[in-house]
């Protein structure tokens, strides 16, 4: 489903990223880890477009997207999450996911003084299916809560939730379970894997959490210094003394 050949990105005379080549298969969950600073979340923003890469290429379903910004990628179905959630605060959960789709009616100044019949029932078809979303993610009691009083795991199920608005065809997820408590990252964890199972949903999330990377991940590849180190199945990453001292600098268990 993506496809990336010989990427990078420099930073004056740094290279993040350094001649990345991967695949991400259609319908797969991959990990992607390494150490801080190993260029993961460089690679994410040159793949969904907030950045421009130095050189290479990408291909989404064999087409070429280099380059291209985040809100084109946006409708063709790639979409990411962040460590850090950017949810709207002073917005509600359901609202949080109303506003979501693009290309509302509502949005256009003359569909309000002529066809408000059109955005009525178009805002009561988004509604339903914000709805719909927040009963998949267990989140039906904070329906009207303010996004910003959730908790850290909260803010990440409604991160989900959004990529659910528009039936995503690929979701880059960011150290989805940073700073969430082990009760919340495990129904984080049921939520990822049925969309992927039911939804048919592909995921691709950087991680440090090995537990949860192994309890999700088909395949994981590993960088380091903005190279990819080796890929594989987590039972031979965990091995893979390259990827040991790549952590820990030393021998040891990942």
């Not at 993961?40 to 280099?66: A, M, R, Y």
């Not at 199920?157 to 659910?164: S, V």
């Not at 590993?222 to 990827?243: A, P, R, Y």
Request: hydrophobic share 40%.
């Amino acid at each position: 489903m993506l496809e990336i050949k010989n990427l990078s990105k420099k930073f004056g005379g740094i290279h993040a990223v350094n001649n990345v080549s991967l695949e991400i298969e259609q319908g797969s969950i991959t990990g992607l880890i390494g150490p801080n600073g190993a260029g993961k979340t460089t690679l994410f923003n040159v793949i969904c477009g907030s950045i421009e890469p130095s050189s290479g290429s990408i291909f989404f379903k064999n087409k070429d997207i280099t380059g291209q910004p985040s809100h084109q990628l946006f409708y063709e179905g790639i979409l990411r999450t962040f460590q850090i959630a950017h949810e709207f605060s002073k917005l509600t959960v359901l609202e949080n996911l109303m506003v979501v789709p693009g290309f509302q009616s509502g949005e256009k100044l003359m569909n309000a003084w002529i066809n408000r019949k059109k955005i009525k029932d178009e805002e009561k078809k988004i509604k339903d299916k914000a709805t719909e979303v927040i009963e998949f993610l267990n989140l039906s009691h904070l329906t009207y809560e303010l996004a910003g009083n959730l908790s850290g795991g909260q803010k990440k199920l409604l991160e989900l939730g959004r990529t659910m608005m528009v039936d995503a065809n690929i979701v880059l997820l960011d150290e989805v379970g940073a700073g969430v408590n082990r009760t919340l990252l495990n129904e984080i964890a049921e939520v990822i894997l049925k969309l992927n199972k039911e939804k048919g949903y592909t995921f691709c999330m950087i991680e440090h959490d090995i537990e949860f990377i192994s309890k999700l991940c088909s395949k994981v590849i590993v960088m380091s210094e903005g190279k990819i180190l080796t890929e594989g199945k987590i039972e031979d990453i965990k091995k893979n003394e390259e990827v040991i001292s790549a952590y820990l600098g030393r021998s040891g268990a990942v």
